[in-house]
């Protein structure tokens, strides 16, 4: 009598594809920062200026979407780079550069050229910004940020564009300031300065009484004046990095010397 051998089963390898929830929340990022550089080549600065805000929003909802639904993927991490890219990259740079830039060009030609060299020093530094993090996501502390995010220097460069494009300013008016800041949060982003990242944060179902009361605070400056409490927030965000850095080497050093007072000791 044969005996029949058991066959193994033909497991279906499962079809590639996307997780749909997280990567609309990416797309709907993507949209608003290409809706924000048509606004300013049609001059509405305010309307550029809050699509990036938006865009910020959707940017930092993917990621907590995708985690609460376990929906993580090697694309969702490629996609949202390429979405910050524009995001938080192109569209600032060209909406300062449209804005105050583009008005250097009046005072000369050089000046001109080093007013789209800035805008384009940012892109090209938030590209950087974005693939380095990529390349060091595994191995860096989920703490800090090596280098000021994207999102933030983006936000540093649209609050200025947001409160005095709301008062009816020029940007020709504020060129000469708004050069150095271009450069100096292009820098930030691809420098060595740590930054809290605030992933961790409540890292508890129960948060302190406090927390309820400062998050009430915030929403209520929110509502008084959005541009300057995000404009407050953004530079003081901004600044904290170098300020820690410096406290922290001053830390260190009192260390080295009190060690080696210890070790002359008696």
Not at 12 to 27: A, D, E, M, Q, V
Not at 127 to 151: I, M, V, W
Not at 158 to 179: F, K, S
Request: proline share 5%; net charge neutral; with cysteine.
């Amino acid at each position: 009598m044969e005996v029949e051998e058991d066959q193994p089963e033909l497991v279906r390898k499962p079809r590639p594809g996307i997780y749909l929830l997280p990567n609309l929340f990416t797309t709907g990022a993507m949209f608003a920062g290409f809706y924000a550089i048509v606004a300013a080549m049609n001059g509405r600065f305010v309307a550029a200026a809050e699509a990036v805000f938006i865009a910020g929003l959707l940017d930092g909802l993917d990621g907590r979407v995708a985690r609460l639904t376990n929906t993580q993927s090697d694309f969702g991490v490629q996609y949202d780079s390429l979405s910050d890219l524009i995001s938080f990259g192109l569209a600032p740079a060209l909406v300062m550069y449209l804005w105050s830039l583009s008005s250097l060009a009046e005072t000369s030609e050089v000046m001109g050229k080093i007013g789209w060299l800035a805008a384009f020093l940012f892109a090209a530094c938030a590209a950087l910004r974005l693939a380095r993090f990529n390349t060091q996501a595994e191995s860096s502390d989920k703490r800090y940020f090596q280098g000021l995010a994207s999102p933030a220097a983006a936000a540093g460069m649209i609050t200025p564009v947001w409160v005095l494009a709301a008062e009816g300013v020029a940007g020709a008016e504020y060129n000469l300031v708004m050069l150095p800041i271009t450069v100096a949060l292009a820098l930030l982003m691809v420098s060595n300065v740590r930054y809290v990242s605030f992933k961790g944060w409540p890292n508890r179902d129960k948060v302190p009484f406090l927390w309820i009361l400062a998050l009430l605070g915030f929403f209520v400056l929110l509502a008084i004046d959005p541009p300057l409490v995000l404009l407050c927030i953004a530079y003081t965000y901004a600044f904290s990095g170098p300020c820690m850095t410096v406290l922290g080497r001053k830390h260190r050093l009192s260390l080295r010397r009190r060690r080696r007072g210890d070790g002359e000791a008696p």
